[in-house]
């Protein structure tokens, strides 16, 4: 007959034994997943990831006491939340129940390996980077090269595309900036909204950068920016994907997200890094301010110019000036001179051609005297010439002469107005005959 064992004796019989086996505590580093807070108390899980497949889980327990002071204590130190999705090295010592299991109890939090892990992490992410895409990406002096960050600004900065959430403290932070500088600038922020936190915020901050290129708006600049947080909050800004599209965005990206600290990824790739988003909005302030201070001093320049040309043309002005009123004076006595020496030969020279004139008039009538009575003489005989001729041909010499005319209907015709059948009258000296064409014969 079989000797039985409770379940309880069994699992306080490994209970026992694993205290035995792991009497102390132990340093391990995990990711941490589904953490949960039920009361004081902190339960998660702990994973290895290891080529994107989890190779190791264990449930792990913060208590009140010494766990939930280790907590407190690194989220201060880190800034960081103590959730799932950061790595962690811990203090954890092994605990076995009968009824809940095998879990590791948290005693203490490393929090150096917290913040250390996301600097290696983007280191990582950065040589990648520059050993897959040479073409774009290079690092000079320290400092990285891009496209992005080769782009010149304009010379004004006025429309703005703004990447954030609508409810941050960093917007409202950029636009008071913007709408209440010292200068009274205009600018034209159009807000692309999208999550700046979060495992999401990586995709949809790519998305809105589609949207501003998608928008056919031609802006300036393309602000990214978020408020301040915790090393792992900015986590989503270090993402290969999103680091590499800010590389080769065709329009200059100002990043402002609220590293105190140190930069990301999106911060070494953009055209110009900010801490923060106020500091942002101050940088376009001040790019425009020097604009304006350009334009100032070359105004300053140009009125320095023109007065020196001014004063320059009004001091040969004044010369020319001189000159013409001494030459003015000379030529007007000289001409003054010439006036008086024409009127003084004036007179004389007009009493010549008047008599000239006079004794050319005399003899031209002379002329026409002697000549009138034979020009009246030949105009009368051509007169009466003409008078005899004109007689000549009158109806009534004609008539003498034995010539008829024929008149039809009252009026004289010509034979071309006549026709076989009509009526005519013919009309000599004395008689009128009354007679009917019988037939017309063509010459």
């Known amino acids: 007959m079989h000797s039985y064992l409770t379940l309880q004796q069994l699992l306080l019989t490994i209970q026992g034994e694993l205290r035995q086996a792991f009497p102390a505590s132990y ?150 900036c913007l709408n209440t500088n010292d200068y009274d600038y205009c600018f034209h922020a159009d807000l692309y909204e999208s999550l700046v936190h979060g495992y999401n915020a990586a995709q949809s901050v790519q998305e809105s950068l589609d949207r501003v290129l998608n928008s056919g708006k031609q802006y300036d600049v393309v602000v990214l920016t978020r408020g301040g947080g915790a090393p792992a909050d900015f986590l989503p800004f270090d993402d290969y994907d999103l680091a590499l599209k800010i590389a080769r965005y065709p329009i200059p990206v100002i990043t402002g997200i609220g590293h105190q600290m140190n930069q990301g990824i999106a911060d ?64 007007l006595h000289h001409k003054r001179y010439q006036l008086q020496y024409v009127k003084s030969n004036l007179y004389p020279a007009s009493f010549r051609l008047v008599k000239n004139e006079d004794a050319k008039v005399l003899m031209k009538s002379a002329k026409v005297g002697f000549r009138l009575p034979f020009y009246f003489a030949a105009a009368q005989k051509n007169l009466s010439h003409l008078k005899e001729h004109i007689q000549s041909l009158s109806p009534e010499r004609l008539l003498q002469r034995g010539f008829a005319m024929v008149r039809k209907e009252g009026q004289y015709v010509t034979g071309a107005m006549l026709a076989a059948g009509d009526d005519i009258e013919i009309v000599l000296q004395n008689d009128i005959l009354e007679a009917t064409i019988n037939k017309k014969k063509e010459r």
């Open 27 to 176: 340093w391990i580093k995990a990711e941490l997943a589904g953490v949960r807070r039920v009361g004081n108390h902190v339960y998660f899980e702990l994973l290895q990831i290891s080529s994107g497949q989890k190779v190791a889980q264990i449930k792990g327990t913060a208590f009140y006491n010494e766990g939930a002071r280790a907590i407190q204590t690194f989220e201060q130190v880190t800034g960081q939340k103590f959730t799932e999705g950061i790595k962690v090295g811990l203090r954890a010592s092994v605990n076995f129940h009968p009824v809940y299991g095998l879990s590791l109890n948290l005693l203490e939090l490393d929090a150096e390996l917290t913040i250390g892990g996301i600097e290696l992490q983007r280191k990582q992410t950065l040589e990648l980077l520059l050993r897959n895409h040479p073409e774009y990406l290079s690092i000079r002096d320290g400092s990285y090269i891009t496209p992005n960050s080769l782009l010149p600004l304009p010379a004004v900065i006025q429309k703005v595309a703004v990447i954030t959430s609508p409810t941050s403290d960093a917007y409202a932070d950029l636009k008071h």
């Open 268 to 331: 070494f790739f953009a055209r110009v890094h900010m801490k923060t988003p106020t500091m942002a909005a101050q940088f376009m302030i001040d790019h425009n301010h020097q604009f304006e201070k350009k334009l100032n001093y070359l105004l300053a320049a140009i009125n320095r110019r023109a007065l020196s040309v001014l004063s320059d043309k009004k001091n040969r002005f004044m010369m020319l000036r001189s000159r013409f009123g001494s030459s003015t004076r000379e030529v």
